[in-house]
């Protein structure tokens, strides 16, 4: 019996501690939330040059980011430049070979037994060549100076987030509100560019499912259908009044005219 009680309490303890540990996650995710909508409404707010509290935001449900082709694209553009180095190495080895090539040929000229006229021709050519030659040269040892320098720099790993957390925000404007998605580093709690975001392919995976257009997505919405219909009635009035207005000022201009008022040329003082 004693035994069985002791069971029941433990039982009962374990559960009571299952529970205060799933209210105390629950109360930490709710506060972490809290903090990812702050920042997705200040980003969306000045974006849009709206207030904070014209940006809803929905429920955040987070994803993991599988960045494996963005890595290996970064790694690629590594061996890609490794290969430029190479390759302008090899021309410039040969654009070396050529301006000797030149310069012995216009030394050749200048030592040469010929007439003036022909030497002057032969040397104004292969001067040009030498200039072109020279500027070839040049520009291949800066870019490869420029690649070495970049290479021998140690390669950085872009910090792509390991999680995506994404939300739909609607922003309100005075007529109607634009529908988005946000998208947060649920590491660091800051909202990622849009930009960046459409790099990642969960990214892409969630804008496909989620703005899907026969789902139910619409990047806009009317806040008030009414509205537009009151705004076209007002346009359409005040269209009517001023062609009114400018009618009845004709008439009343040609009357005066009729009857030889001031405005008539048969006028006189």
């Known amino acids: 019996m004693k035994l069985q009680k002791w069971l029941y309490k433990a039982s009962v303890w374990c559960m009571a501690g299952a529970l205060a540990l799933t209210m105390s996650a629950t ?19 000045e974006a849009n040059k709206v207030e904070p509290e014209q940006v809803k935001i929905s429920e955040w ?6 960045t494996t082709a963005l890595e290996q694209e970064a790694r690629d553009k590594q061996s890609q430049k490794q290969a430029d180095l190479q390759a302008k190495r090899q021309e410039l080895r040969e654009a070396e070979l ?14 040469a037994t010929l007439s003036q006229e022909s030497k002057a ?12 030659a020279k500027k070839a040269v040049e520009s291949l040892q800066k870019e490869i100076e420029s ?3 970049e290479l021998s720099k140690p390669a950085e790993t872009p910090d792509y987030p390991k999680e995506i957390a994404y ?5 309100k404007h005075f007529s109607y509100t634009l529908h988005k998605l946000v998208y947060v580093d649920p590491s660091n709690g800051k909202v990622i560019p849009e930009a960046q975001a459409n790099s990642y392919q969960a990214v892409k995976e969630i804008n496909k499912q989620v703005k899907n257009p026969d789902a139910g997505w619409k990047d806009s919405s009317l806040n008030n259908g009414m509205a537009v219909t009151y705004l ?3 346009l359409i009035a005040s269209y009517l009044l001023l062609f009114r207005t400018e009618r ?8 005066i005219r009729a009857r030889g008022g001031v405005h008539s040329n048969t006028f006189t003082a």
């Open 27 to 45: 109360s930490a995710q709710a506060e972490t939330n809290e903090l990812w909508t702050k920042a997705a409404q200040k980003a969306l707010a």
């Open 61 to 66: 449900t987070v994803v993991p980011n599988d």
């Open 98 to 111: 050529k301006l000797q090539s030149v310069q012995n040929e216009l030394t050749s000229i200048q030592q």
């Open 121 to 132: 021709l032969l040397t104004e050519t292969y001067s040009k060549q030498l200039d072109e």
């Open 147 to 149: 690649l070495e320098n």
């Open 167 to 171: 939300a739909v925000a609607s922003i």
């Open 232 to 234: 076209l009635i007002f």
């Open 248 to 255: 009845h000022s004709r008439q009343s201009e040609a009357l």
